[in-house]
């Protein structure tokens, strides 16, 4: 077996037992515990929005088919769906408040450490925001843009300025069902307003603030937390890293990073890089200071500079079961709260760092925003000061990392399938066009534990899509996964059907892009958007031979990011279960009626080899309705053919 193929869950397994061993509680056991979950909980027929209740439905024969209230399963399921995108929505969009808020204290010069990195970007971004930049300096460019894009979260009057990016199609029908986008903030609360007791009670109408509430986290706070960070942090580009616990050392401080804000992640990274930091952990002993990641703040650490990513959100526990974790430090989002037992257990510091997530027990060092820098250097310190205390008996790393590339925003898809001059998207066009690239899956989320353990899932749901020529996009948990099994390397190309093979081969690419965090997600909008501009594949995104695919959720931000595609034309397919399966006549709303109405609809399956099949059956649909499914001979690229893929 290939070192790589190994590192799927070798060094998982091996962690697991270590822990197992010690006595030690971890998810897996607490999730054994929780077998089987409550089934009116799975099923989205569980109520307890007033204390009339808590109500349930049966979902079988006997049984109630209405709370007190008189709502039925499909109101029932519909509000806590809702709510689920309200949640997710929240957390992607508060992520982007605070971003917004440091852009804006950086562009004033108000705080130190950070600045405009990408000046191109930002008058990209500023000519979305309608803010004028002929003759003004970057910084007053700058102000501006953070003004507006902070407007974006609280305004009460008018759309999202960024859903304006969309296809003109596409807005139409947003426009059309009563779907566009307003103020982030609005959509949220009005989400919680419609679903508390007594107020929307018709599941078709609680799915439409769905949409517009996911569609305010896709087009609004998340895509304002991907661009505003491009222009702070700088536009990723790609480059090599490593992944998995091998990337922990043993002869150094190892400080972990868990979350999602780069806000903090970068300033950590900087911070470990201070010269008389560095000094002050060779003279307790450390060869140096080495910074990794968990989670999505690892893919956007790694999508900038190339820092390691240990593991994903599964693999908390087991990094620090290294025993060579001298600070691990969180912000938001995704972090369990029985790490800290696992902490406690080794010598590693639990550090809290962000005003809105404390957890029991943890050491809490508040990011101070105005003084980044060195809040930065004192969490670090935190770690350096701790590595004498170390048991050496107890340090176990598994001897086990792949190597990745990653960076690939949609500005560099452009590049390398353009040109740096000729920046353009025609050649992808041209590929599926002509059936050597048959589409285009984004494969996205989380990892569940819920999964079946020891298969290796997301690598057999890419591996068939690749095979099969097409061409995969990732974010999140996803790509980290992927990231262990060698998909993201080019040699991958190895793996996927001749035509995709060809066009890697060609463009130097590997068939499997990493294109960051989960709030990059709106990365893949904007792509979409500019293969629709591009021309030949239809009018709309509903038109693209494109799926997407999001196998182990676990997280309400997985829901509102699948309702989000949906919404905007992807047909999306969800592993694990449906989390409105127990009402008939929602999954009929959202696995059918959505597609006549929003071009894109939700699907449900748990085997990942189906799902790849359905996924092909509908870009193949897809390519039939386009008329770009007739048999052409196949041939090798010609000169020609290279030249016009070459950078
Ligand atoms: O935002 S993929 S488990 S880490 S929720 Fe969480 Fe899911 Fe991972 Fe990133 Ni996204
Ligand atoms: Fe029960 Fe209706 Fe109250 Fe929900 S809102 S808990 S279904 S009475």
Same mark, same amino acid.
């Given at each position: 077996?290939?070192?790589?193929?190994?590192?799927?869950?070798?060094? $998982?397994?091996?962690?697991?037992?270590? !822990?197992?061993?010690?006595?030690?509680?971890?998810?897996?056991?607490?999730?054994?515990?929780?077998?089987?979950?409550?089934?009116?909980?799975?099923?989205?027929?569980?109520?307890?929005?007033?204390?009339?209740?808590?109500?349930?439905?049966?979902?079988?024969?006997?049984?109630?088919?209405?709370?007190?209230?008189?709502?039925?399963?499909?109101? *029932?399921?519909?509000?806590?769906?809702?709510?689920?995108?309200?949640? %997710?929505?929240? $957390?992607?969009?508060?992520?982007?408040?605070?971003?917004?808020?440091? @852009?804006?204290?950086?562009?004033?010069?108000?705080?130190?450490?950070?600045?405009?990195?990408?000046?191109?970007?930002?008058?990209?971004?500023?000519?979305?925001?309608?803010?004028?930049?002929?003759?003004?300096?970057?910084?007053?460019?700058?102000?501006?843009?953070?003004?507006?894009?902070?407007?974006? @979260?609280?305004?009460?009057?008018?759309?999202?300025?960024?859903?304006?990016?969309?296809?003109?199609?596409?807005?139409?029908?947003?426009?059309?069902?009563? *779907?566009?986008?307003?103020?982030?903030?609005?959509?949220?609360?009005?989400?919680?307003?419609?679903?508390?007791?007594?107020?929307?009670?018709?599941?078709? +109408?609680?799915?439409?603030?769905?949409?517009?509430?996911?569609? $305010?986290?896709?087009?609004?706070? +998340?895509?304002?937390?991907?661009?505003?960070?491009?222009?702070?942090?700088?536009?990723?580009?790609?480059?090599?890293?490593?992944?998995?616990?091998?990337?922990?050392? /043993?002869?150094?401080?190892?400080?972990?990073?868990? %979350?999602?804000?780069? !806000?903090?992640?970068?300033? *950590?990274?900087?911070?470990?890089?201070? /010269?008389?930091?560095?000094?002050?952990?060779?003279?307790?002993?450390?060869?140096?200071?080495?910074?990794?990641? !968990?989670?999505?703040?690892?893919? /956007?650490?790694?999508?900038?500079?190339?820092?390691?990513?240990?593991?994903?959100?599964?693999?908390?526990?087991?990094?620090?079961?290294?025993?060579?974790?001298?600070?691990?430090?969180?912000?938001?989002?995704?972090?369990?709260?029985?790490?800290?037992?696992?902490?406690?257990?080794?010598?590693?510091?639990?550090?809290?760092?962000?005003?809105?997530?404390?957890?029991?027990?943890?050491?809490?060092?508040?990011?101070?925003?105005?003084?980044?820098?060195?809040?930065?250097?004192?969490?670090?310190?935190?770690?350096?000061?701790?590595?004498?205390?170390?048991?050496?008996?107890?340090?176990? !790393?598994?001897?086990?990392?792949?190597?990745?590339?990653?960076?690939?925003?949609?500005?560099?898809?452009?590049?390398?399938?353009?040109?740096?001059?000729?920046?353009?998207?025609?050649?992808?066009?041209?590929? *599926?066009?002509?059936?050597?690239?048959?589409?285009?899956?984004?494969?996205?989320?989380?990892?569940?534990?819920?999964?079946?353990?020891?298969?290796?899932?997301?690598?057999?749901?890419?591996? /068939?899509?690749? +095979?099969?020529?097409?061409?995969?996009?990732?974010?999140?948990?996803?790509?980290?996964?992927?990231?262990?099994?060698?998909?993201?390397?080019?040699? $991958?190309?190895?793996?996927?059907?001749?035509?995709?093979?060809?066009?890697?081969?060609?463009?130097?690419?590997?068939?499997?892009?990493?294109?960051?965090?989960?709030?990059?997600?709106?990365?893949?909008?904007?792509?979409?958007?500019?293969?629709?501009?591009?021309?030949?594949?239809?009018?709309?995104?509903?038109?693209?031979?494109?799926?997407?695919?999001?196998?182990?959720?676990?997280?309400?931000?997985?829901? +509102?990011?699948?309702?989000? @595609?949906?919404?905007?034309?992807? @047909?999306?397919?969800?592993?694990?279960?449906?989390?409105?399966?127990?009402?008939?006549?929602?999954?009929?709303?959202?696995?059918?009626?959505?597609?006549?109405?929003?071009?894109?609809?939700?699907?449900?399956?748990?085997?990942?080899?189906?799902?790849?099949?359905?996924?092909?059956?509908?870009?193949?649909?897809?390519?039939?309705?386009?008329?770009?499914?007739?048999?052409?001979?196949?041939?090798?690229?010609?000169?020609?053919?290279?030249?016009?893929?070459?950078?």
């Amino acid at each position: 077996m290939a070192k790589e193929e190994k590192a799927v869950d070798a060094a $998982a397994k091996a962690m697991l037992e270590r !822990i197992e061993e010690k006595g030690l509680p971890t998810a897996w056991q607490r999730a054994q515990a929780q077998s089987p979950h409550c089934r009116f909980g799975t099923l989205g027929l569980c109520c307890r929005l007033c204390f009339l209740g808590p109500c349930r439905i049966s979902p079988g024969e006997k049984g109630a088919k209405a709370g007190v209230c008189g709502a039925d399963a499909a109101t *029932i399921a519909a509000r806590n769906f809702l709510r689920m995108v309200a949640g %997710g929505a929240s $957390a992607h969009s508060d992520h982007g408040r605070a971003v917004a808020e440091i @852009f804006l204290q950086a562009a004033r010069g108000e705080v130190s450490g950070y600045q405009v990195k990408d000046t191109h970007k930002l008058k990209m971004v500023a000519a979305v925001l309608g803010v004028e930049t002929e003759g003004k300096d970057i910084k007053d460019i700058a102000i501006e843009v953070g003004e507006r894009a902070l407007a974006e @979260f609280g305004k009460q009057e008018g759309e999202q300025l960024f859903a304006t990016r969309a296809p003109e199609t596409r807005q139409k029908v947003w426009h059309a069902l009563g *779907i566009y986008p307003r103020g982030v903030d609005r959509e949220i609360v009005e989400a919680m307003h419609r679903t508390s007791m007594g107020v929307d009670q018709d599941a078709r +109408s609680l799915m439409r603030q769905a949409s517009r509430c996911a569609l $305010a986290d896709g087009w609004g706070g +998340s895509m304002i937390a991907t661009e505003l960070q491009d222009v702070l942090f700088g536009t990723p580009i790609p480059l090599r890293g490593e992944v998995n616990l091998g990337v922990l050392k /043993e002869d150094q401080v190892n400080i972990l990073v868990h %979350g999602h804000e780069p !806000i903090l992640s970068e300033m *950590i990274a900087l911070a470990s890089q201070d /010269e008389e930091l560095i000094k002050a952990a060779e003279k307790l002993g450390a060869k140096g200071i080495n910074v990794a990641g !968990i989670c999505c703040t690892a893919n /956007e650490l790694l999508m900038r500079h190339g820092i390691p990513i240990a593991g994903n959100m599964k693999m908390q526990e087991l990094a620090v079961a290294t025993g060579v974790v001298d600070a691990m430090i969180v912000d938001v989002q995704c972090i369990m709260q029985g790490l800290g037992q696992i902490c406690d257990a080794f010598h590693t510091k639990f550090i809290t760092t962000s005003p809105r997530a404390h957890i029991t027990g943890a050491e809490h060092i508040e990011f101070e925003e105005d003084k980044p820098l060195e809040t930065a250097k004192r969490i670090v310190w935190a770690g350096i000061e701790n590595f004498p205390n170390r048991a050496k008996e107890e340090v176990f !790393i598994p001897d086990l990392t792949s190597d990745l590339v990653a960076g690939f925003s949609h500005e560099t898809v452009n590049y390398i399938l353009g040109g740096r001059f000729r920046g353009s998207y025609v050649p992808l066009n041209d590929n *599926i066009v002509n059936g050597r690239i048959r589409g285009v899956a984004g494969v996205v989320g989380c990892t569940n534990l819920k999964a079946p353990e020891g298969a290796s899932q997301h690598t057999d749901l890419v591996k /068939e899509l690749i +095979s099969r020529d097409v061409l995969v996009v990732e974010t999140g948990c996803a790509a980290i996964e992927c990231g262990k099994a060698g998909l993201l390397v080019p040699e $991958a190309k190895d793996l996927a059907g001749p035509g995709l093979r060809e066009v890697c081969e060609a463009v130097g690419m590997p068939p499997v892009l990493h294109a960051g965090s989960c709030v990059d997600n709106s990365r893949i909008l904007i792509a979409l958007t500019e293969m629709v501009h591009t021309g030949g594949l239809g009018e709309d995104i509903s038109d693209l031979p494109v799926a997407g695919a999001c196998l182990e959720w676990m997280h309400e931000k997985a829901i +509102s990011i699948g309702q989000y @595609f949906v919404a905007s034309g992807v @047909f999306t397919v969800f592993g694990i279960g449906s989390p409105v399966a127990g009402s008939e006549e929602l999954m009929e709303i959202i696995c059918k009626e959505f597609e006549e109405e929003l071009g894109g609809m939700w699907a449900f399956e748990p085997d990942p080899l189906k799902m790849a099949e359905m996924m092909c059956a509908h870009i193949e649909r897809k390519r039939d309705a386009l008329g770009i499914n007739v048999e052409r001979e196949r041939k090798l690229y010609d000169m020609e053919d290279r030249r016009k893929l070459s950078v």
